[in-house]
């Protein structure tokens, strides 16, 4: 995609609720490397809660091998919490929020 950003960080396995970044910059992908059986993905602007402004949402239940292209400004930092059962990787960068 012309103009997205690439990312210049990436976290593996992610499958519990914590900080993905603690500063500002961007999301960039979520990529799903198992599929869960409930709850929903949410990314939150924060970076210590799962509080603040939602950045995205998806179904916990979502396809081993699904990508989000997301390219996302976040202001204060990224917060992840997955779907039950889910493990996702994400991607994330520097880059201007």
Same mark, same amino acid.
């Given at each position: $995609?012309? *103009? $997205?950003?690439?990312?210049?960080?990436?976290?593996? *396995? %992610?499958?519990?609720? +914590? %900080?993905?970044?603690?500063?500002? #910059?961007?999301?960039?992908?979520?990529?799903?490397?198992?599929?869960?059986?409930?709850?929903?993905? !949410?990314?939150?602007?924060?970076?210590?809660?799962?509080?603040?402004?939602?950045?995205?949402?998806?179904? #916990? !239940?979502?396809?081993? *091998?699904?990508?989000?292209?997301?390219?996302?400004?976040?202001?204060? #930092?990224?917060?992840?919490?997955? #779907?039950? *059962?889910? %493990?996702?990787? %994400?991607?994330?960068?520097? +880059?201007?929020?």
């Amino acid at each position: $995609m012309p *103009g $997205m950003y690439q990312g210049d960080h990436i976290v593996t *396995g %992610v499958n519990a609720a +914590g %900080v993905i970044r603690a500063s500002p #910059g961007r999301l960039v992908r979520i990529i799903v490397t198992t599929a869960g059986s409930a709850a929903t993905l !949410t990314v939150n602007d924060n970076a210590t809660a799962a509080s603040g402004a939602v950045l995205f949402a998806a179904p #916990g !239940t979502a396809a081993q *091998g699904t990508i989000y292209l997301l390219d996302e400004p976040c202001l204060n #930092g990224i917060y992840l919490t997955p #779907g039950t *059962g889910q %493990v996702v990787n %994400v991607i994330h960068s520097d +880059g201007p929020s």
